[in-house]
């Protein structure tokens, strides 16, 4: 069982995003279980070997993440666009419809702000633009994993040339 919540929330998030029920699609079964914030940020100066291996598949992983979760950003992005383009021009006939009278008696044009408050307010629009926010999470989250995981991997570059300076003497 792991017990690496904030982690497990974060690739969960991940498999939710893309329609998942299962990680392994994405992160294998072996890398899964060696997975953990604790293990990242911890070395074992004992086995630089195996610390580089794991370096490498981790980091390999993250990039790939993040990979999903900038196209998840991108489609996204795209679907709040074309939302708000159908959207507004559907509320826009609607009010028109209703209205007509009433633009006809004063003479003025149904307000573009009228509009747009109608559009955010669209529970298709909320849903889309949360997903939206979602998605740019997921992609700074993992680029902040990925800058830790490059300061992870110049601390065992500093640590295999301290050892090598040593064993020189």
Partial sequence: ????MLLDDILHRVSLSFG???????VPDDVMAE??????????????DGELVFQSRVYMLFEVLLSYVIDKCNRCSTEV???????SLSYEKRLLAKEKA????????????KIEKLVKSDDKMVRAINELADA????????????????????????ASKRKREDNR
Avoid at 20 to 26: A, F, G, H, Q, T
Avoid at 36 to 48: E, P
Avoid at 102 to 113: H, P, Y
Avoid at 136 to 153: A, P, Q, S, W, Y
Wanted: glycine share 2%; with cysteine.
């Fill in 1 to 4: 069982m792991r017990k690496d």
């Fill in 20 to 26: 998942l029920n299962d990680m392994s699609l994405i």
């Fill in 35 to 48: 997975l953990s914030l604790h293990k990242i940020a911890h070395i074992d100066s004992d086995d630089l």
């Fill in 81 to 87: 666009k074309r939302l708000d383009s159908v959207l």
């Fill in 102 to 113: 009433l633009i006809e008696c004063i003479g003025n044009r149904i307000s573009d702000k």
């Fill in 136 to 159: 740019e999470n997921l992609v700074t989250t993992f680029k902040n994993i990925l800058t830790g995981l490059d300061n992870r991997k110049d601390m065992l570059i500093q640590i």
